[in-house]
């Protein structure tokens, strides 16, 4: 950085590029929406066949361009807001400086020199003038500074202090230049038109990189409330202005999806972000290795073993551990692969959009992601699906599936209502029958449970100045999670049985709530729904009550817990969301009966003794 160039830079300019970068990623970011949510869906809701499938294809890749153009043009947006944060003071510094040397009538030269006229006497003469430098080296301005002040030209000591604050503003304009220049480079996308697995790894590589280099600028943003409830982060994400809130999008979307309380369109947004860096991230480490060829030869040696290719042979000393190790990789790619599959689903059989509500493919032990059909901001009704033993984001096909079909039988039953149905798989859920006996994961899991409950709560108050219509759902291991949130006191673990916001309670295949009767909960019996299946279903239940699940030995399909009880159809523990050529199961109807407050509808095997929901 000169003085030519300094003298020329203009911060405006670059707030006004870093706005028309934000243009532009708010255009990209809805042409992605209306293709997904708008052109793509009305084209699944009324053609099909293999042309119809190749156009929903070229769409997707459409989509996904204008999201990466979204993400890489909001971060060169805050990018360039930074630059100009950082350089501003330099910037400032250097025009005070050239303005008093102007109001000095001194000249100031392309290397920073401060030319100064003739001034004061010395043996009745005027003393020339002269021309200032400055130096980085302590002892060498000094001793410029000790030259200045003994020069009988009072001009040369003025001449020197603006010489010297020329020199720093340089300096610490160049060091903004040195960092930002090379980052902004960093930034330019290759000249292809495809965006594949290394662009987007490499844009997580870039948000990084943008992170680390606007930490001074960011610090002005008001951060989140430290270990805040929902209310708190609903309150904080809106006093913050839209271009904090776009910043902070850009800069940090794994902390803004996770934030319970905030709009259900923020929280998708930065998911997104999330899961297609990640994605893209992990695809280019697969990538990086050859697939192993055919592993066995057609014939077996002499003894009857099987006999190893040469090729594979050779792939495996190679790249055999490497690829290995990345067995967590591939199952995770499985599981965003279901996610994305669902986005893609919007608009078949009339299925609404799909909200990423939360996603951390390393978080909480197997991987955590939570999904919403509808936006549960603005429903009418919202049902909170949670998932138990064996649960993780490798194998999040089924449990989304099951959120679909709860959503399809809601929807059948009032198709006029706002319904938004939720798979939340935000806990370590325990991976074997043996661990499922044990409360901790039940324990440890409902902090984030009740966080979201919470949260989801907060939102809807929020968007519509109400609540909607909540029915919280657990499958298995899932009413014991639930029995745990329902004593939990966020954020103090004081088990003070602080009522949820929820309206009913669903419990399937339950193996124990560790409470003896919904009141223990604070849960109205009335509004307290359980069902059994048939087959492998009893195993589970009984199991719990032997192990202690239950309170007084009490589970909910129990007469004794206090509940109603529902029939059911479902022959075994998997069963209970089961659809029938597009209608549902007796034990799926009866939950959407509940999801949409028809109590009187669902069938009962025996009702709570205390009365009918109200």
């Given at each position: 950085?000169?003085?030519?160039?300094?003298?020329?830079?203009?911060t405006s300019q670059?707030e006004?590029?870093?706005?028309?970068?934000r243009?532009?990623?708010?255009?990209?970011?809805?042409?992605k929406?209306?293709?997904?949510?708008?052109?793509?869906?009305?084209?699944?809701?009324k053609?099909?066949g293999?042309?119809?499938d190749?156009?929903h294809?070229?769409?997707?890749?459409?989509?996904?361009?204008?999201h990466y153009?979204?993400?890489?043009?909001?971060?060169?947006?805050?990018?360039?807001?930074?630059?100009?944060?950082?350089?501003?003071?330099a910037?400032?510094?250097f025009?005070?400086?050239?303005?008093?040397?102007?109001?000095?009538r001194?000249?100031?030269?392309?290397?920073?020199?401060?030319?100064?006229?003739?001034?004061?006497?010395?043996?009745?003469?005027?003393?020339?003038?002269?021309?200032?430098?400055?130096a980085?080296?302590?002892?060498?301005?000094?001793?410029a500074?000790?030259?200045?002040?003994?020069?009988?030209?009072?001009?040369?000591?003025?001449?020197?202090?603006?010489?010297?604050?020329?020199?720093?503003?340089?300096n610490?304009?160049?060091?903004?230049?040195?960092?930002?220049?090379?980052?902004?480079?960093?930034?330019?996308?290759?000249?292809?038109?495809?965006?594949?697995?290394?662009?987007?790894?490499?844009a997580?590589?870039?948000m990084?990189?943008?992170?680390?280099?606007?930490?001074?600028y960011?610090?002005h943003l008001?951060?989140?409330?430290?270990?805040?409830?929902?209310a708190?982060?609903?309150a904080?994400?809106k006093?913050?202005?839209?271009?904090?809130?776009?910043?902070?999008l850009?800069?940090?979307?794994?902390?803004?999806?996770?934030?319970d309380?905030?709009?259900?369109?923020?929280?998708?947004?930065?998911?997104?972000?999330?899961?297609?860096?990640?994605?893209g991230?992990?695809?280019?480490?697969?990538?990086?290795?050859?697939?192993?060829?055919?592993?066995?030869?057609?014939?077996?040696?002499?003894?009857?073993r099987?006999?190893?290719?040469?090729?594979?042979?050779v792939?495996?000393?190679?790249?055999?551990?490497?690829?290995?190790?990345?067995d967590?990789?591939?199952?995770?790619?499985?599981?965003?692969?279901?996610?994305?599959?669902?986005?893609?689903?919007?608009?078949?059989?009339?299925?609404?959009?799909?909200?990423?509500?939360?996603?951390?493919?390393?978080?909480?032990?197997?991987?955590?992601a939570?999904?919403?059909?509808?936006?549960?901001?603005?429903?009418?009704?919202?049902?909170?699906?949670?998932?138990?033993?064996?649960?993780?984001?490798?194998k999040i096909?089924?449990?989304?599936?099951?959120?679909?079909?709860l959503w399809?039988?809601?929807?059948?039953?009032?198709?006029?209502?706002?319904?938004?149905t939720?798979?939340?798989?935000?806990?370590?859920?325990?991976?074997t029958?043996?661990?499922?006996?044990?409360?901790?994961?039940?324990?440890?899991?409902?902090?984030?449970?009740?966080?979201?409950?919470?949260?989801?709560?907060?939102?809807?108050?929020?968007?519509?100045?109400?609540?909607?219509?909540?029915?919280?759902?657990?499958?298995s291991?899932g009413?014991?999670?639930?029995?745990?949130t329902?004593?939990?006191?966020?954020?103090?673990?004081g088990?003070?049985?602080d009522?949820?916001p929820?309206?009913?309670?669903?419990v399937?295949?339950?193996?124990?709530?560790?409470?003896?009767?919904?009141?223990?909960l604070?849960?109205?019996?009335?509004?307290?729904?359980?069902?059994g299946?048939?087959?492998?279903?009893?195993?589970?239940?009984?199991?719990?009550?032997?192990?202690g699940?239950?309170?007084?030995?009490?589970?909910?399909?129990?007469?004794?817990?206090?509940?109603n009880?529902?029939q059911?159809?479902?022959?075994?523990?998997?069963?209970?969301?089961?659809?029938?050529?597009g209608?549902?199961?007796?034990?799926?109807?009866?939950?959407?009966?509940?999801?949409?407050?028809r109590?009187?509808?669902?069938?009962?095997?025996?009702?709570?003794?205390?009365?009918?929901?109200r």
């Open positions: 950085m000169d003085v030519p160039a300094l003298k020329a830079l203009k670059f006004g590029l870093a706005a028309g970068y243009t532009l990623s708010d255009a990209a970011s809805q042409g929406d209306d293709i997904e949510n708008s052109i793509s869906a009305k084209m699944r809701g053609l099909a293999v042309g119809a190749a156009a294809t070229q769409l997707s890749e459409v989509a996904q361009n204008f153009i979204q993400v890489e043009c909001g971060l060169i947006s805050t990018a360039l807001r930074a630059f100009a944060s950082d350089i501003g003071p910037k400032k510094k025009d005070a400086a050239v303005a008093d040397a102007a109001a000095h001194f000249t100031v030269g392309d290397d920073g020199s401060v030319g100064f006229p003739a001034g004061g006497e010395e043996d009745g003469k005027t003393v020339a003038g002269g021309t200032a430098t400055s980085a080296d302590p002892t060498a301005r000094a001793i500074h000790q030259a200045a002040g003994v020069d009988p030209n009072p001009h040369h000591a003025v001449a020197q202090d603006i010489a010297d604050r020329i020199f720093d503003a340089l610490e304009a160049t060091a903004v230049d040195d960092k930002w220049g090379p980052q902004l480079r960093k930034l330019r996308a290759d000249d292809d038109l495809t965006v594949s697995a290394a662009d987007w790894a490499d997580q590589q870039d990084a990189g943008v992170d680390k280099d606007a930490a001074s960011l610090g008001k951060a989140p409330p430290a270990h805040g409830q929902a708190d982060n609903a904080w994400w006093s913050l202005s839209p271009q904090d809130q776009a910043d902070y850009a800069a940090y979307p794994g902390r803004i999806g996770a934030l309380g905030l709009p259900a369109d923020v929280r998708d947004e930065a998911n997104r972000t999330v899961l297609a860096e990640t994605r991230n992990y695809q280019h480490q697969l990538d990086a290795i050859p697939p192993p060829p055919k592993e066995w030869a057609d014939i077996a040696d002499p003894s009857g099987g006999v190893h290719t040469p090729e594979w042979t792939w495996n000393a190679e790249y055999g551990d490497q690829y290995s190790k990345l967590g990789v591939r199952g995770r790619l499985k599981g965003m692969d279901a996610i994305q599959a669902r986005f893609d689903a919007t608009g078949t059989d009339g299925l609404p959009e799909a909200y990423l509500l939360g996603f951390d493919p390393d978080g909480k032990g197997d991987g955590k939570i999904v919403a059909n509808g936006n549960p901001d603005t429903a009418d009704h919202t049902a909170i699906y949670v998932p138990g033993t064996g649960s993780k984001l490798d096909g089924g449990d989304l599936n099951r959120g679909v079909n399809q039988a809601s929807h059948q039953l009032d198709p006029n209502a706002k319904i938004s939720i798979t939340w798989l935000d806990y370590n859920a325990p991976d029958i043996p661990q499922a006996t044990q409360d901790s994961y039940a324990h440890d899991g409902a902090p984030a449970l009740r966080g979201f409950i919470d949260g989801n709560a907060a939102a809807h108050e929020a968007a519509t100045g109400g609540r909607a219509h909540t029915t919280l759902i657990g499958h291991y009413s014991t999670l639930i029995g745990d329902a004593k939990y006191t966020y954020p103090d673990d088990w003070a049985g009522p949820m929820v309206d009913d309670v669903v399937a295949g339950s193996p124990g709530m560790q409470a003896a009767h919904p009141g223990d604070g849960l109205d019996p009335t509004h307290m729904w359980a069902e299946a048939g087959g492998n279903d009893h195993i589970v239940r009984d199991g719990g009550r032997a192990m699940l239950g309170g007084d030995g009490n589970i909910p399909t129990d007469r004794a817990f206090g509940g009880v529902m059911s159809d479902a022959g075994d523990h998997s069963a209970y969301w089961n659809m029938h050529n209608k549902p199961s007796v034990s799926l109807q009866n939950q959407a009966d509940v999801i949409v407050g109590y009187g509808d669902a069938k009962l095997v025996y009702a709570s003794p205390y009365g009918n929901p």
